[in-house]
């Protein structure tokens, strides 16, 4: 958008004059504390006043001190905090119509009528009704004498968006709610440190997440750490399902494992709809089995904790978008709730969603379980069909019989989550019928015959694994061509798999080249994205990002809090990305940086000078710390060194400086719940496609394929995984820097601009435009589709 558009959009949509409240409200979710920071910061930029209003809607109805306003620094060191910093309550009185009645009162006396809630389906319904119920509450008001008619005309409308705070995701309409991904993070950290325990003691553990009514938290877990069994309210299981149980159990432990994971959510039924308990299933595994089995019930620390980088993101945007919303409102639009659909902001209607939410919860009392995974959502419905395809292995003789040979290979720098989509591919592969070939150290193993064929419990245990066990190199194959094609000969291999980054679509691209002389070649091959930097053109995503991400975040909270109780400090961090400065942007995001160099969004000594006078006018008057990250290849010569001199220099005498490069230690560690998910996922859809296509170029007798189309990469386009042909991507691509042209999250940087003081302009042009809620049943390919 050029920049007279965006000084237009401030014009018609300043918030001068309007007052913002924001509240929290129902259970509390890691990631709220984010969305207010933004909604404060977004509502003072435009120019509105905000306020808070402290403990929910029990605060708005007390009125008093409950309802403050709020400065720029009211939401500084917020953001790393879980929970609620202004509270949350569960409040009867304001389920009465004289609470209500208060509530209106306390806010018309401020001139509230912008609401901003966060909280779950019933705190956004009690908005709602707060909202039809106005303009009567308000005619109340006048004829009790509290308000005069003045008031009534000037406040004649309350506006109200919601955001979703829950962390058990069982909000329709949003992928997902804020609190989601780190309650994942507190599940997988505990199943991570419980296996190995588990492991030495040869135990069963039993594990009970959160999730009354919502199985999601113990279906992506489960997807995440590769849980023997899960047990979920939305689709309880057959009749008879403890014999079947039991048979897994053992069948996992005759192949050689040491230990077994089950899985419960705390709202889990049988199809009669009788409770199935944890201790129930202990007793049964013990009493049917005799295995040495221990219950793990999780609780509250599902809630608390620090909130993921995802969370933070999430809050971050929506927060600012829930502003927009309420600048861009009328009196006839309907209140809306701030949802995320794969990768992009959405607005929908707030009662359409939680219509569709109570309908889920109707189909489950009505015992049409079927209907309640499809009314949950694609991105449920997918979970559930991945998890069913690869916990559960099928007798040989029930395999479908291909006699195709597919290879999977690793290429390129180490990411977390490979080993995860490796898993995935390979059980898949296995149970369309396929033999699978693992190969070692990417195109140079492939070249050195570096090949063995990998079974269903080989791959068992790696969701949780960091780097690559299969092996990775960053080695290409052009100049090892000839032997590549002599190994593809005599192993029989007639698809390829490639999970990496830029080298990988390097490589595939090399690979395609040589079709025209090697024959082999000739053979259907997908490329799925792995690499930290994310910078591979066709995905918005990579397998591995979120994992750097989050140890980024993680790092920059440790180093901001070494400064607390000292005089004022600002730190200058390098993140990794090569020419990519995801990283380094959406890292700034998520841990609340005051600047991030980067290599897309040049900068010279002048806006240098410029970042260093902000910081030092925010430290004289309010911050102690400052943040700056810079990626590694932002400029030659402004190095990360140059980048502290010139702050220490300059902010002498105000704060002093400290640098930190993070290093590798972005590409280390197991991998996140996100990287986990969403490698088992693209890396099963991509599986799917390959054994399509080699039904499709089956002829007489062998696989040939030669078109465009048969040599593709999978990546989450804005909201959904789409295959294209890696050869309509060269013109989308800079080979040189190695980075697509166009990247979606540059649009992410105004935020943490406007989020750190700056004055910048803000392209809308992305912004939610209020949707409907799609009710029907999606169609077999967008629910593969579906993250």
Request: charged residues 20%; contains cysteine.
């Amino acid at each position: 958008m050029a920049q007279s558009d965006n000084k237009k959009f401030f014009e018609n949509l300043t918030g001068a004059g309007k007052a913002i409240a924001v509240l929290t409200s129902g259970g509390d979710a890691q990631g709220m504390n984010a969305a207010v920071r933004a909604v404060v910061r977004m509502g003072i930029y435009v120019g509105a006043k905000v306020y808070f209003i402290h403990e929910g809607y029990q605060g708005m109805v007390d009125g008093g001190e409950n309802i403050k306003e709020a400065k720029w620094e009211s939401v500084s060191s917020m953001l790393q905090v879980g929970g609620t910093v202004i509270g949350s309550a569960r409040c009867k009185e304001f389920r009465t119509h004289e609470g209500r009645l208060k509530a209106a009162h306390n806010l018309v006396q401020r001139g509230i009528t912008n609401l901003c809630v966060i909280g779950g389906d019933g705190s956004l319904t009690g908005a709602n009704l707060f909202r039809e119920e106005w303009s009567g509450l308000l005619a109340e008001l006048v004829q009790q004498g509290l308000i005069d008619e003045e008031a009534a005309q000037k406040y004649s409308a309350l506006h109200i968006v919601g955001m979703v705070g829950s962390i058990d995701n069982d909000f329709c309409g949003t992928d997902m709610t804020i609190g989601t991904d780190s309650a994942l993070h507190r599940i997988i950290e505990v199943v991570d440190a419980i296996m190995t325990t588990a492991q030495s003691h040869q135990r069963t553990f039993v594990l009970e997440v959160m999730g009354r009514h919502c199985g999601y938290l113990a279906l992506v877990s489960a997807l995440a750490c590769g849980a023997d069994w899960v047990l979920i309210p939305e689709m309880p299981p057959e009749d008879g399902w403890e014999e079947k149980m039991c048979q897994k159990l053992s069948a996992t432990r005759s192949r050689g494992s040491r230990l077994n994971i089950i899985i419960v959510a705390e709202g889990a039924i049988d199809r009669h709809g009788k409770a199935i308990t944890s201790s129930i299933v202990k007793d049964l595994v013990v009493r049917r089995l005799g295995f040495d089995t221990r219950v793990t019930i999780l609780g509250h620390v599902q809630r608390g904790g620090t909130p993921s980088a995802f969370d933070r993101i999430l809050a971050s945007r929506m927060g600012v978008e829930a502003v927009l919303a309420l600048l861009e409102t009328t009196a006839n639009t309907p209140a809306c709730v701030v949802s995320l659909c794969g990768n992009q902001s959405v607005r929908l209607p707030l009662m359409e969603c939680v219509q569709m939410t109570q309908e889920v919860q109707k189909a489950m009392d009505e015992k049409k379980f079927e209907e309640a995974v499809q009314l949950r959502g694609r991105s449920f419905e997918n979970n559930l069909k991945t998890y069913k395809l690869l916990a559960h292995r099928k007798p040989e003789s029930e395999l479908p019989q291909s006699n195709f040979n597919v290879a999977v290979l690793n290429v390129g720098a180490p990411a977390a989550g490979m080993n995860a989509a490796v898993r995935s591919a390979v059980r898949v592969g296995i149970s369309e019928g396929h033999k699978m070939f693992a190969v070692s150290d990417g195109f140079e193993g492939f070249y050195k015959g570096q090949i063995k064929e990998i079974k269903w419990a080989d791959v068992g245990g790696w969701t949780g694994q960091g780097g690559s066990l299969l092996g990775t190199k960053r080695t290409l194959p052009a100049k090892h061509i000839d032997k590549i094609a002599e190994q593809i000969r005599i192993y029989n291999i007639n698809a390829l798999l490639v999970i990496g980054g830029f080298e990988a679509y390097l490589g595939i691209m090399e690979l395609l080249a040589a079709r025209g002389t090697y024959e082999e070649l000739c053979m259907p091959m997908v490329m799925v994205p792995a690499t930290v930097s994310n910078n591979v053109p066709g995905s918005d995503l990579s397998i591995g990002a979120d994992t750097a991400l989050n140890a980024i975040t993680d790092t920059c909270d440790r180093i901001k809090q070494s400064a607390s109780g000292t005089k004022r400090r600002v730190f200058i961090i390098e993140t990794m990305g090569g020419y990519c400065g995801y990283l380094a942007s959406v890292g700034g995001l998520a841990a609340g940086a005051d600047a991030a160099y980067i290599y897309e969004e040049p900068f010279d000594i002048r806006d240098l000078q410029s970042n260093v006078e902000h910081l030092t006018e925010k430290m004289k008057t309010s911050i102690q710390r400052g943040l700056v990250l810079r990626n590694e290849n932002s400029n030659e010569n402004y190095t990360t060194d140059f980048i502290y001199q010139l702050y220490s220099e300059e902010g002498r005498g105000v704060f002093d400086c400290r640098k930190n490069v993070l290093g590798h230690m972005q590409q280390g560690g197991a991998p996140s719940p996100f990287d986990r998910n969403f490698g088992t996922k693209i890396s099963a859809k991509a599986m799917q496609w390959i054994t399509k296509k080699l039904n499709d170029c089956y002829k007489q007798g062998r696989v040939f394929a030669n078109t465009e189309d048969s040599a593709c990469l999978l990546g989450m386009r804005r909201r959904a995984l789409i295959f294209q042909p890696v050869v309509q991507l060269k013109d989308e691509t800079d080979f040189v820097h190695r980075i697509p042209k166009e990247q979606w999250w540059l649009k992410l940087r105004p935020l943490m601009k406007i989020l750190a003081k700056y004055k910048t302009s803000y392209d809308v042009s992305d912004s939610g435009q209020l949707e409907h809620v799609a009710v029907n049943r999606p169609k077999e390919s967008e629910a593969r589709a579906a993250i």
